[in-house]
């Protein structure tokens, strides 16, 4: 992605956030100069990867395939000093915008609609050699209530409504096509992006930046290069 493309999703989604009177921590709306600034007492950010996250998967169709994310709270995998034992993320989605599918082998997730448009998911349950489960149905909690679901059955959670994922269940969601841009909640157990996703689809997780201007706003992945 180019830096001018992710300079311009970073307003976006500050500007969906502020009509939806969601409020960010304070390093979400830091400069470059109050990073540089403040560097000495990030560790725990920096480690765990709080904060901004964009990505196109790899695929420079990020309108389709992409999303913006923000991480407010995580934890380390292999060192519980570091940070808390649980995570929360902002998954902010364009109308029609999608994530690849995939599952997770460690994190266990709700996946909340805090607002805007309907949140449209596909599940499918994982074979024994990691590959999707296209036949078998799929048992699933939405906010407690046990629901048995088709594979590849298109599942609405409206807002307000949360879906649990747990490990190794494919998920496949979207901001669903003309009902609106759309702000996810997740509450998960420690998020690593580094090494607990597995894509169905053949992706990268982080986007290669093209710098064509100036950061706005560093990404989670790129603190070890650019601060």
């Known amino acids: 992605m180019k830096r001018s493309e ?7 989604a ?5 009509a939806n009177k969601i409020k960010l921590p304070p390093f979400g709306y830091w400069t ?3 990073w540089h600034e403040k560097s000495e007492s990030l560790k725990t950010i920096k480690e765990v990867m709080l904060g901004w996250d964009i990505t196109d998967y790899g695929m420079d169709t990020f309108d389709q395939l992409g999303a913006v994310l923000f991480t407010l709270r995580n ?3 292999t060192d519980n000093t570091v940070g808390v034992p649980y995570a929360e993320k902002l ?3 364009k109308d029609g915008q999608r994530l690849p599918n995939h599952f997770h082998a460690s994190k266990t997730e709700d996946i909340i609609n805090r607002g805007g448009g309907v949140l449209a998911i596909k599940l499918y349950n ?3 050699n990691g590959d999707v489960d296209y036949d078998s149905d799929v048992q699933i909690d939405l906010d407690g209530v046990r ?3 088709k594979a590849g059955e298109e599942v609405h959670v409206m807002p307000g ?6 490990p190794y269940v494919y998920h496949l969601f979207w901001a669903k096509e003309g009902m609106g841009d759309l702000i996810c909640g997740e509450v998960s157990s420690i998020n690593d992006d580094n090494t607990d996703n597995y894509n169905a689809e053949p992706v990268a997780r982080f986007s290669t930046v093209e710098e064509d201007e100036a950061i706005l706003h560093p990404l989670c992945n790129e603190y070890g290069r650019v601060l």
Do not use: Y
């Not at 992710?6 to 976006?12: D, G, K, M, Q």
């Not at 500050?14 to 502020?18: G, H, R, S």
């Open 6 to 12: 992710i300079n311009s999703a970073l307003v976006w």
């Open 14 to 18: 500050k500007d969906l956030l502020e």
């Open 32 to 34: 470059m100069k109050d």
């Open 75 to 77: 934890g380390s995998l």
């Open 91 to 93: 998954i902010i989605l």
């Open 126 to 128: 994982s074979l024994e």
């Open 147 to 149: 629901h048995t679901f």
């Open 161 to 166: 409504e949360s879906i649990t994922l747990r």
